[in-house]
Structure formats: structure tokens, C-alpha cells
């Protein structure tokens, strides 16, 4: 059991270039989300899923896209990446009822924008 | 929108001592909260859910406390150990849906043998 699962670990862009990070997990849950998380800014929502097919966005999304395609995946796509990109990104998921329930976090994307 | 206030970035105590965290949030008060701790270069893992009934929550040698009316949570470590070193987050719900969370930007916790 794997939990929630990120690739890659690292990875270096230069600015305007695109990529995307996966996220799978393994915990048959619901929601989805991924955060950035800046020193002294502290995790913060980028988009979220509500489930299979369906995307949302959460309190920082410009310059990101995100799909939801597979229950398993969410993907978070930057297609033209600017220096201010330039974060650890998380993704986590959770069952459908967070009062019973945590997030669960993979270990992060450490992403870098030259 | 709703604001957490975390006590202080860093917070050194001595090896069994207890350490207390401290998490207060502006504006609404949430049906629940939970504590997280988060090793470097690792993603956070949860520890404590507590609910806006409960006064008080334990686990082994966690305690988390949560008082609506000062609009604050309690987290507390007791006999304390260098491998609770780490930075303790606490989360609410954000009220934006899918039971999203707004996180605390986190106390780095250092305990020193």
C-alpha cells in the first residue's frame, strides 16, 4: 500500500517551458488536491477534485492547469512555467468524509524555474 | 477569509520536557481541527482530528485541546524526544468545499537531548 505517490522528485525548468506532475494514490479516495508550499507562506489549495471527471479551483490556481481523468490520478500541469512557480508542490487525497478522516500526502515535488 | 496564526516558527525545549503549541484562527470557528506534522523534505502526516464538542483529545503521548470561545487550539507533547523534532501544522476547514483545509504555515519544533 503506497498511499499517495509523486513524480518526479525533483525537476529543473526554465522559464516558459511546460510540464506536468503526477500524483496517483491508492486509497480508492474521493478528493484530490494539490497544494504549493512556499517558506513562510505554508500550504496553499493550487486545485482540487471532488472525484472522477470533475476539477475545481482552490485559493492560488492561475497558471496551472489540472485533470482528473482516472479516479487514481491528478495530474497538475504548468504550460508556460514562470520563476514565481517555484515551490514544492504536494498532492494529497482524502475519503469523502473529512471529519472522520485526514489528508494524505505524498512526499512532494521539489520544482525549480530557472 | 478564515486566518491561522501559529505561536511562534521555532520552539526549542529540552528532552522530556512538554511542548506547547499553539494554533489561533480569526473569523469563524470550525466544526473541527487537526495537527499535522511534517519532516523535512517529507509531506505532512496527520496526527489529531478534534471536534468543536470535544474539549480534549489524546493519543499516547499527544494532546490537543480546543477552546471555541478563545478561538484556539492546544498542541501539546509530553516527555518530549529528539525524534519529535519536526514542524507541527494545524489545519481547518476552509469553507471553499470538498472538505478543503487552510493550513497554519507550522512551529518547527526542536527538542534537544
Known amino acids: 500500500n503506497a498511499g499517495v505517490t509523486q513524480t518526479p522528485k525533483f525537476r529543473v525548468l526554465k522559464t516558459g517551458q511546460s510540464m506536468t506532475l503526477l500524483c496517483a494514490q491508492d486509497?480508492?479516495?474521493?478528493?484530490m488536491y494539490w497544494y504549493r508550499q512556499d517558506p513562510g507562506m505554508g500550504l496553499r489549495l493550487i486545485h482540487y477534485s471532488v472525484g472522477e471527471g470533475t476539477t475545481a479551483k482552490g485559493e492560488v490556481p492561475d497558471g496551472y492547469n489540472v485533470s482528473r481523468l482516472k479516479k487514481q490520478n491528478f495530474l497538475l500541469g504548468l504550460e508556460s512555467a514562470a520563476p514565481s512557480q517555484t515551490s514544492v508542490y504536494f498532492c494529497a487525497s482524502s475519503s469523502w468524509d473529512i471529519s472522520n478522516q485526514p489528508q494524505h500526502f505524498g512526499d512532494g515535488t521539489r520544482l525549480s524555474i530557472l | 477569509s478564515q486566518k491561522i496564526e501559529q505561536n511562534s516558527e521555532a520552539l526549542n525545549i529540552q528532552e522530556g520536557k512538554t511542548a506547547t503549541l499553539t494554533c489561533n484562527y480569526t473569523?469563524?470557528?470550525?466544526?473541527?481541527l487537526q495537527w499535522y506534522r511534517q519532516d523535512p523534505g517529507r509531506g505532512p502526516v496527520f496526527l489529531l482530528l478534534i471536534r468543536e464538542n470535544e474539549k480534549e483529545k489524546r493519543k499516547e503521548r499527544l494532546k490537543v485541546t480546543f477552546d471555541t470561545t478563545l478561538k484556539q487550539s492546544l498542541f501539546h507533547i509530553t516527555a518530549s524526544q529528539p525524534a519529535d523534532s519536526a514542524t507541527y501544522l494545524c489545519?481547518?476547514?476552509?469553507?471553499?468545499?470538498?472538505?478543503?483545509?487552510?493550513f497554519g504555515t507550522g512551529t518547527r519544533l526542536t527538542v534537544i537531548p
Open positions: 486509497m480508492n479516495h474521493e478528493y
Open positions: 489545519a481547518l476547514p476552509s469553507g471553499t468545499g470538498a472538505n478543503n483545509l487552510f
Open positions: 473569523n469563524y470557528s470550525p466544526a473541527y
